[in-house]
């Protein structure tokens, strides 16, 4: 049994967040706001404030849109008008009334939508590739999407930006950018989604370039130490999918990562334990070339987690649909209580 006294319960600081506990709750797809408006209720008030009040110690909301096209999903919401801003305050109050920090993950899903969810637009992609299956909690196939022009990558880059300043008015202590699991970032650096022959096309190391231009906006715009981006090999449509040199892509990762100052980031996977190359894991290999923060992910056990923080594989451990079926899963943890078992049709449709 994990003791209070563990590294798991140990206070850290990391970027300007003080935390409880190295623990995080990692971002999880709800659709509990209004479709419409994209503005959050007093059930997603309460939804976070329990957490907060077991004392997780760095939330990392739902996936919260920086457009009306950047949606994927019906019920996601947005940080992109002042009714969304105003709605959040709701939540960011709440939590740290609890003594929580809370940060936004801002997101654009790209071409894994439908027009009839981004107001008859087509999704918008680095390239017109269609992704294979269908939109979630939707049912209907992912749309051919549009390639981007040069101007519409820097609207989107500024988009990013403007929601980051936004949530910070909202309260949150930062956000997290979503580059990962096959969303518009991550399409950009995929050669499976982007076959563009600009700057933004290329190897990998060229890909990178609009995830890099992304993170350097949120930069100045609210700060590294601010700042959290996720990036993984995994992508929705392919969950299947890995890099043909799992250590040459991470590296070639962190080197972007380093060039544009950031200092927090997320690798996520779907298995923490799983070894990719030279006998260690996805997270081990991103410890081997950095030095910064490393919040870990990948269905995560408390055991697991605490192992992973002594060896100083991750600075943080994250843990996702445990803590949907569990408000009080520190508690439990805590205390060697049994956790309630996680059961999609139950928790898809109601927030514990």
Not at 1 to 28: C, H, N, Q, Y
Not at 105 to 114: A, C, D, N, P, Y
Request: aromatic content about 8%; proline content about 4%; overall charge negative.
């Amino acid at each position: 049994m994990i003791s209070t006294k563990s590294k798991l319960f140990e206070p850290v600081k990391i970027g300007a967040w003080d935390l409880r506990t190295r623990t995080a709750m990692a971002p999880m797809t709800r659709c509990f706001a209004d479709d419409d408006t994209g503005v959050v209720g007093e059930d997603v008030v309460e939804y976070y404030r329990k957490r907060a009040a077991d004392g997780i110690g760095l939330i990392i909301t739902e996936g919260t849109v920086i457009s009306p096209r950047a949606k994927g999903n019906p019920g996601v919401p947005g940080l992109y008008t002042q009714e969304q801003v105003e709605s959040w305050k709701k939540v960011t109050e709440a939590v740290h009334r609890e003594g929580g920090t809370i940060i936004a993950q801002i997101w654009h899903v790209g071409r894994v939508s439908h027009h009839e969810l981004i107001q008859g637009h087509k999704p918008q992609a680095p390239s017109a590739i269609r992704a294979e299956g269908k939109v979630s909690r939707f049912g209907k196939p992912f749309d051919e999407p549009e390639a981007m022009t040069q101007a519409d990558i820097q609207e989107v880059i500024g988009q990013y930006a403007q929601a980051a300043k936004n949530a910070i008015e909202a309260g949150f202590d930062g956000v997290e950018i979503h580059g990962a699991h096959g969303y518009l970032i991550d399409q950009f650096n995929s050669d499976v989604s982007n076959k563009r022959t600009d700057r933004y096309g290329g190897d990998l190391k060229q890909r990178l370039t609009f995830m890099k231009e992304v993170t350097r906006a949120v930069i100045d715009a609210i700060g590294a130490d601010r700042t959290l981006i996720r990036f993984s090999a995994l992508k929705i449509d392919n969950p299947e999918y890995m890099w043909e040199d799992p250590e040459a892509a991470i590296r070639t990762f962190v080197e972007a990562f380093q060039e544009v100052g950031a200092t927090m980031i997320h690798p996520s996977t779907m298995n923490f334990t799983q070894v990719l190359a030279d006998g260690k894991t996805m997270h081990q290999l991103v410890r081997k070339y950095w030095d910064g923060v490393i919040v870990g992910v990948g269905d995560l056990d408390p055991e697991t987690a605490e192992q992973a923080l002594v060896e100083g594989t991750i600075d943080v451990a994250a843990f996702g649909r445990p803590l949907i079926a569990n408000p009080d899963y520190l508690h439990r943890v805590k205390n060697g209580e049994d956790l309630v078992e996680y059961d999609a049709k139950k928790h898809l449709r109601t927030l514990v």
